[in-house]
């Protein structure tokens, strides 16, 4: 109908069936175009999933397919798991900006980053990446 949501779909025996598309958070954007940037999901150390995309100018996301909470106003957002909790990632007016486990506020990166991406390492660290004036730049956080 003209919404650009995000679904998710899980397979229980290694995707070979899967079940029925899944609407993440309770909001639609209308919106008859296709300017999705990020969003994205990950596995906690139990198989929960958590979901983070973007919604008009605010960032949401959805842990185990309960309520969606504001992360804040953004965009191009990433997520990612580890044993330490979860990891938040986006941009707006001030750059790259992350949400760390165990902190309230979020954390100013990079005032002049864009497009940001997280990864978790074998050893269980995170790794974020961005742009920055045609370079890539990496960081591990805390």
């Given at each position: 109908d003209?919404?650009?949501?995000?679904?998710?779909?899980?397979?229980?025996?290694g995707?070979?069936?899967f079940g029925?598309?899944?609407?993440?958070g309770?909001g639609?954007?209308?919106?008859?175009a296709?300017?999705?940037?990020?969003?994205g999901?990950?596995?906690?150390a139990?198989?929960?999933?958590v979901?983070?995309?973007?919604?008009?100018g605010?960032?949401?996301?959805?842990?185990?397919?309960?309520?969606?909470?504001?992360?804040?106003?953004g965009?191009?957002?990433a997520v990612?798991v580890?044993?330490?909790?979860?990891?938040?990632?986006?941009?707006?007016?001030e750059?790259?900006?992350?949400?760390?486990p165990?902190?309230?506020a979020?954390a100013?990166?990079?005032?002049?980053?864009?497009?940001?991406?997280?990864?978790?390492?074998?050893?269980?660290?995170?790794?974020?990446?961005w742009?920055?004036?045609?370079?890539?730049?990496?960081?591990?956080?805390?």
């Amino acid at each position: 109908d003209g919404n650009r949501d995000l679904y998710t779909v899980t397979s229980t025996d290694g995707g070979r069936t899967f079940g029925p598309a899944v609407k993440q958070g309770a909001g639609s954007w209308k919106l008859k175009a296709c300017p999705m940037d990020g969003g994205g999901l990950a596995l906690d150390a139990e198989g929960r999933m958590v979901t983070v995309w973007r919604r008009e100018g605010e960032v949401f996301v959805v842990r185990d397919g309960g309520l969606e909470t504001l992360i804040a106003a953004g965009r191009n957002p990433a997520v990612a798991v580890n044993r330490t909790g979860m990891y938040a990632i986006w941009t707006d007016a001030e750059g790259v900006k992350a949400r760390l486990p165990g902190q309230e506020a979020p954390a100013v990166l990079d005032a002049l980053g864009a497009f940001p991406q997280l990864a978790v390492l074998e050893n269980g660290e995170v790794l974020a990446a961005w742009e920055r004036k045609g370079a890539i730049e990496v960081r591990r956080l805390h």
